[in-house]
């Protein structure tokens, strides 16, 4: 039994190294980018970047003041057996409150019209609980994304006719838009969304920008080959940090498709900034508890395409069988 | 990489010293620093409340659109990151803050709208200053040695209170405008627009022409 007590305490755990401590695998990145970058200005951003890293994690404060919407996505294994299901919402709301006061974290979230803040960065669908299944395992991951949420990310449907360069334009588009003066806070995790309903669009797009690591690369080999396409068309405007002359927009493009209605292609697209704030804990089925920095969140399951599991994955037949 | 140059500038800052700042060029400060955003233009210049400081200019002259990450902490409180907030929101209550309080200096994310530099901070004396990268909130909150006081925290909440921090080399901060008007990013956006229409050549048109992929309200969208 995996109890509410210990869910909180991951949960109030990864709060804090998310807004504090940078994720190893996209630290690598931007220095990567910085050996890379042809603008002076937007090379000196990038080093102040790092700088700020190594002072957060020293300091144990957060890298960004704008500590974003804090949220939750939690991957609950079949076999793991838990106390119930709203204990554990309440639970993560609860670290929540407390992380915003202790870290401290800015409570960002308020009411959209009465802009009331109750300061803890809980209210109304607030913070945001995203739940998944994971087929044959005990554990309970939880991951915690703090993201800012005014300048990056947007929506459109395309059609079928718009093909790769409907996509390549709506890129442009939102990357010029919101790179200018830097609002897109990049080089940035760049998701993009393509498929499903509008909404799960939106979803699929975010997810990729803040649940996938840099390097990792779309299982379709076809949709890899785009994502280091689209990367280069994005470090290929010209533009870098703060939009400032340079190369360092994207430092690594994430794609995932959802099947959707036979006339569209809805895409979408979110960058995860320069403060890209994301921890994980596995909560294993005797309490204990395992902290990272990748997500994993895409497993083989998430993106099956068949009615059932087994039919796509013949080994998870024979183990449950 | 060419050098950069650098300032450390003691607060107040003296007109000489900020006529010395040229764009692209990086300060650091020390001394008295104060946040005021919508929660405080609204409530000064938009409902003629009073100051909370009398002689602001003579403790600060420099405006932070900031929002710390804040938090009590006995009778003080303690400040963790530290990060500009987007200053083309304020572009109305500028002139008149500037006039009212002294202000020299303003510090932001993402610069003013292009003719603001011109029309409204270098005729009053003032520059403006850009966080670097936006995220630099860890480097930032080093800088804050103390708050010195936090005004109407109650009625506007820790994000839109005005604070006042004792700050020691406090930075690094990029120089965009100048005391001619001139702007970092009005000119580095120059350049990165010169090849913008190049970037789409060869796209084919999109299928459908909406709000978003035109201007013109009375086209129809296929």
Partial sequence: ?321 | MTRIKQHRLSLPARSEDIAKLAPGEIVYFDGIVYTAREGVYERVLGQGGALPVENLSAISNVNFHCSPAAAPDGETYRIGGVTATASFRFSKWMADWLDLTGTKIVIGKGGMPREDYEKILAPRGAVYLTTVGYGTGALLGRGVKGVEAVHWLDDLGIAQAMWMFRVENFGPFIVDSDLTGASLFALQGDIVNQRIASLYDGLKPPALHRYGETDDRKKEVM
Avoid at chain 1, 43 to 64: G, H, I, Q, S
Avoid at chain 1, 151 to 179: E, V
Avoid at chain 1, 199 to 205: I, K, N
Avoid at chain 1, 288 to 316: C, H, L, Q, S
């Fill in chain 1, 1 to 321: 039994m995996i109890h509410h007590t210990v869910i909180e305490e991951a949960a109030y755990n990864i709060m804090a190294k998310a807004a504090i401590d940078i994720p190893e695998d996209y630290l690598t990145g931007i220095k990567g980018m910085i050996d890379l970058e042809t603008g002076d200005l937007s090379a000196f951003v990038l080093k102040a970047m790092v700088e700020n890293y190594e002072a957060a994690t020293e300091d144990r404060r957060p890298m960004c003041a704008d500590t974003g919407l804090p949220r939750y996505y939690v991957k609950v294994g079949d076999k793991a057996r838990v106390e119930g299901f709203t204990g554990i919402e309440r639970a993560l709301r609860s670290a929540t409150a407390r992380a915003t006061h202790d870290v401290p974290l800015r409570p960002n979230r308020v009411h959209p019209l009465w802009r009331t803040d109750h300061n803890n960065n809980v209210g109304l669908n607030a913070p945001e609980v995203e739940w998944s299944f994971e087929p044959e395992v005990d554990w309970i991951d939880i991951t915690t994304v703090h993201k800012g949420g005014l300048f990056g990310s947007d929506y459109r449907m395309l059609f079928p006719g718009d093909g790769i360069d409907g996509i390549k334009r709506f890129l442009l588009d939102t990357l010029i838009a919101f790179g200018k003066r830097g609002l897109a806070c990049q080089p940035a995790i760049i998701g993009v969304g393509l498929g499903g309903s509008k909404d799960t669009c939106m979803q699929l797009g975010k997810q990729a920008a803040c649940l996938r690591v840099v390097g990792d690369r779309n299982p379709d080999p076809k949709v890899a080959e785009l994502e280091l396409e689209l990367k280069d068309v994005a470090n290929g405007i010209g533009m870098g940090a703060m939009g400032f002359v340079g190369s360092s927009m994207c430092v690594d493009m994430h794609i995932e498709c959802g099947h959707t209605h036979t006339g569209g292609m809805p895409v979408s697209v979110h960058t995860f900034c320069l403060s890209s704030r994301r921890a994980t804990a596995r909560i294993h089925a005797d309490g204990k508890i395992a902290y990272r920095t990748d997500p994993n969140w895409f497993t083989p399951y998430m993106r099956r395409e068949t009615v059932g599991w087994e039919e796509a994955n013949p080994a998870a037949a024979e183990m449950s069988s």
